[in-house]
Every structure is written in C-alpha cells, then in structure tokens.
C-alpha cells in the first residue's frame, strides 16, 4: 500500500484530502502543523500527530520514521506566524529562513518544497486528489449577480490577477470598480471583513490563482466561513476562478450564500 504524508493546515481541506487519499487506498500519516489544525483528519489516518510549522526537524524525523516519500501540503497557514511569536522556530527553520531573498508566499514554499526533496519526499500536485472540488464555469446559488455586480466582478478578478503576479495575495474586496482592499499577510478573512466594512454593504470579494500558481501549494481555497464573513459585512458577490478554487463544505456553504442572498460565481 502507498503511503502518502499530509501537511495540514488550517481548515477542512486537510479533511476534505486525508479523506480523498483513503478512498483510493493510501496509507495516510498526517501532521497537523497550527494548534488548530482539524483532528477530525485522524478518522482518515493510519497515524495523526501536532507538530509545530516552525519545527522542521521534528516534521522530517517524523516522515523519515513513517518511510513517508510522497507529501502534500494543504490547508491555511498564515506567514503572520514569523512575526507574531505565535511559534518558536527550531535551528533548521531558522537557518531556512535565513537564507530567503525574501519572505514572499512562493519563495518560503518552494525553498520548504526543497528541503524535502533533498531528503528524497517529493511534493505533489494539492489537487490531485480533490480536483472535483474546483467548480466549472458558472453561477452557483439560486441568486444571479446583478449587471453592476458583474462589472465589479470582472474589475476585481483582473485585479486579483496582478496581486497574484507579485506574489502578495490572491483576494481583492471591489464596489463600484473601486478597490476596497488586497490581501496581503493578513489572509482572506481578515481582507473581506476590512474592505466589507470600507464598502458600507454591496462589496463584490474576488480570489483567483496566481498567474504563476504552483498547484504544489497556496491553491485558492474557499468555504462556509468565506461567506460567513461576507454576510458580517454585507458583501454580495463572491467570485471565483473556474477550475482553479477549491470549494469546501460546498452544501453548506451554498445553502448559507443562499439564505443570505449572497451569490457565488465561477468566472
């Protein structure tokens, strides 16, 4: 039996993938690197331990002592934790860290996707297993944006489209083709809720890939708490790109978009 090791983040994607992997028969060793990374991922597992992002060491020796070659890494996990002191990094993340020309999104994970690779674990494709979870071209609620939601909505995915470019984020908040706000370190929720309340109701939220989008890592994911934050503030209108977003928790996230006259797009 294969075995496959899941770097779980934040979120049900970890779930959603560990889940995936079992069905068509991985042996699945996951590790789940945020306090609160889900635990119902140990119900698809042969084995499931905590083990800080931060501590590198430990993450290899634990997929050296599982003969873990294969991995994916999936689910939220936010660059805020090398500034907040939420996580002590050990020596090797530290010297990893170091040697960055930058912190940008990309650079941490391909240099992190690297190590691995020295060590003979080879990084595959996040969607590999979950590829039906990327909705095709088309509207997904009962509602239909109206026309000047539509322009916000292309407006906003040709701006998600150069943020992603620069590596910075992969989600702008629009009204009125003007830009409310574009995520950066602080993450797709924290963007919504801060251009939702500059929009005073009616904002369109647009997340895309990036146009250099290595499906390895940060594929753009949303879910139930995607428009639950939009419904706090009063946005509309969420677009996504076809084919390329991962939706999660999809009944009920769409029967919630729905209550809330809230519409979900695939562009």
Not at 106 to 114: K, L
């Given at each position: 039996m294969k075995r496959l090791g899941i770097l779980a983040g934040a979120g049900k994607l970890p779930v959603e993938c560990a889940r995936a992997a079992k069905n068509l028969g991985y042996e699945v060793y996951a590790i789940g690197l945020l306090a609160d990374s889900d635990p119902q991922i140990a119900q698809f597992t042969k084995d499931f331990q905590f083990i800080s992002v931060a501590q590198l060491d430990a993450i290899f020796n634990y997929l050296a002592q599982n003969q873990i070659q294969q991995v994916t890494l999936i689910g939220k996990v936010t660059k805020e934790l090398l500034y907040n002191g939420a996580v002590m990094p050990d020596a090797r993340m530290l010297q990893?860290?170091?040697?960055?020309?930058?912190?940008?999104?990309?650079?941490?994970?391909?240099?992190?996707?690297?190590?691995?690779?020295k060590v003979g674990i080879q990084t595959f494709d996040q969607t590999k297993l979950i590829r039906k979870l990327m909705p095709s071209k088309g509207t997904i609620t009962q509602r239909e944006p109206?026309?000047?939601?539509?322009?916000?909505?292309?407006?906003?995915?040709?701006?998600?489209?150069?943020?992603?470019?620069f590596d910075i984020g992969q989600t702008v908040v629009v009204k009125n083709r003007a830009v409310?706000?574009?995520?950066?370190?602080?993450?797709?929720?924290?963007?919504?809720?801060?251009?939702?309340k500059l929009a005073h109701g009616g904002a369109v939220v647009a997340k895309v890939s990036k146009p250099q989008q290595d499906n390895r890592f940060d594929v753009p994911t949303v879910g139930y708490r995607t428009i639950e934050n939009m419904a706090k503030v009063g946005a509309t209108v969420l677009a996504i790109e076809?084919?390329?977003?991962?939706l999660v928790e999809r009944e009920q996230m769409i029967a919630f978009a729905d209550a809330q006259g809230i519409a979900i797009v695939a562009m």
């Open positions: 990893l860290i170091m040697s960055l020309p930058d912190r940008k999104d990309d650079t941490i994970m391909v240099a992190f996707v690297r190590e691995l690779a109206t026309e000047i939601e539509r322009q916000d909505m292309e407006f906003g995915f040709r701006i998600a489209k150069e943020l992603g470019r409310m706000a574009l995520e950066a370190i602080e993450g797709t929720d924290a963007c919504i809720e801060r251009g939702g076809a084919g390329k977003t991962l």
